[in-house]
Nanobody, 127 residues
């Protein structure tokens, strides 16, 4: 089993920045990929960014490309999401996710490929 704990959410004005962190504990050596998802009120959860634990390739939703950066520190079992140039439409609950399943790059932003989830961190961007 793997446990994920997010931190770093909060409120910021449009154009500002926030950094989310997610620390994994438990059977972390089993993890294949980690990612960030978000869900706004009344909306479906969507994949935002993801990366493989064994490499440096990153994947982003079109809506955040050029503004968000995902990074991971395997020594600390932590994945980060740096969010810059935030917009009101980025307001959502952000969830850290991890998977121990082999996941192809075209599926890495699909939530049904992830089997571990954090409780979420709220990000609110005001105009």
């Amino acid at each position: 089993q793997v446990q994920l704990v997010e931190s770093g959410g909060g409120s910021v004005q449009a154009g500002g920045s926030l950094k989310l962190s997610c620390t994994a504990s438990g059977y972390t050596s089993s993890l294949y990929a980690m990612g960030w998802f978000r869900q706004a009120p009344g909306e479906e959860r969507e994949g935002v960014a993801a990366t493989y634990t064994g490499g440096s390739t990153t994947y982003y939703a079109d809506s955040v490309k050029g503004r968000f950066t995902i990074d991971h520190d395997n020594a600390k079992n932590t994945v980060y999401l740096q969010m810059n140039s935030l917009k009101p439409e980025d307001t959502a609950m952000y969830y850290c996710a991890a998977t121990s399943r082999t996941t192809w790059k075209w599926d890495v932003l699909r939530e049904d490929h992830y089997n571990y989830w954090g409780l979420g961190a709220q990000v609110t961007v005001s105009s």
